[in-house]
T-cell receptor, first 113, second 113 residues
Framework: ETGVTQSPTHLIKTRGQQVTLRCSSQSGHNTVSWYQQALGQGPQFIFQYYREEENGRGNFPPRFSGLQFPNYSSELNVNALELDDSALYLC????????????FGPGTRLLVL | QKEVEQDPGPLSVPEGAIVSLNCTYSNSAFQYFMWYRQYSRKGPELLMYTYSSGNKEDGRFTAQVDKSSKYISLFIRDSQPSDSATYLCAMSESGGSNYKLTFGKGTLLTVNP
């Protein structure tokens, strides 16, 4: 059984650019959630995808968007990057209908200059 | 007032000590309570998962939930240097469409040999 993987591990962008982060769910999981973790803070919920549709969203602007694919992998897209978007972006997968425990990937560290 | 409050520490203890980590919360709808461990520059790893009030023990770890006081705790017995990490409490209202995790800020623990 493979765990949650994320790519890339690190990324540097400049303000105003766009970025796409990728996540592969743990085998057998059908739900993906994305979180933003700023330095020294706990993760904050961005949104969740189930059956390729957004299923719950946190307090993040529309320039944060996502996709879930039929194989349950997922992307997080952020447009018009701001300096405050610098953070660790975490993907978590789970299986709706069973214990629904969320298992996290190692994260993508994004730095916006 | 934040939904979940957690003392960020840092907390430094000698090897073999009993460690007590705590969180308080304000949202009475929270029913699922988790503790995650996060090593530096890694994603959170699930340690304990409890539903509603009560105690749960797993090896050297004990999780306690007191819903009447809106207070949860994690105890680590016989602490080891390998326990040095940030400990995050997390909570959710339910599974399904409401299943987003709300995290505390995390407590940085160092266990000294």
């Amino acid at each position: 059984e493979t765990g949650v993987t994320q790519s890339p591990t690190h990324l540097i962008k400049t303000r105003g650019q766009q970025v796409t982060l990728r996540c592969s769910s743990q085998s057998g999981h059908n739900t993906v959630s994305w979180y933003q973790q700023a330095l020294g803070q706990g993760p904050q919920f961005i949104f969740q995808y189930y059956r390729e549709e957004e299923n719950g969203r946190g307090n993040f602007p529309p320039r944060f968007s996502g996709l879930q694919f039929p194989n349950y992998s997922s992307e997080l897209n952020v447009n018009a990057l701001e300096l405050d978007d610098s953070a660790l972006y975490l993907c978590a997968s789970s299986f709706r209908g069973m214990d629904e425990t969320q298992y996290f990937g190692p994260g993508t560290r994004l730095l916006v200059l | 007032q934040k939904e979940v409050e957690q003392d960020p520490g840092p907390l430094s203890v000698p090897e073999g000590a009993i460690v007590s980590l705590n969180c308080t919360y304000s949202n009475s709808a929270f029913q699922y309570f988790m503790w995650y461990r996060q090593y530096s520059r890694k994603g959170p790893e699930l340690l304990m998962y409890t539903y509603s009030s009560g105690n749960k023990e797993d090896g050297r770890f004990t999780a306690q939930v007191d819903k009447s006081s809106k207070y949860i705790s994690l105890f680590i017995r016989d602490s080891q240097p390998s326990d040095s990490a940030t400990y995050l409490c997390a909570m959710s209202e339910s599974g399904g469409s409401n299943y987003k995790l709300t995290f505390g800020k995390g407590t940085l623990l160092t266990v000294n040999p």
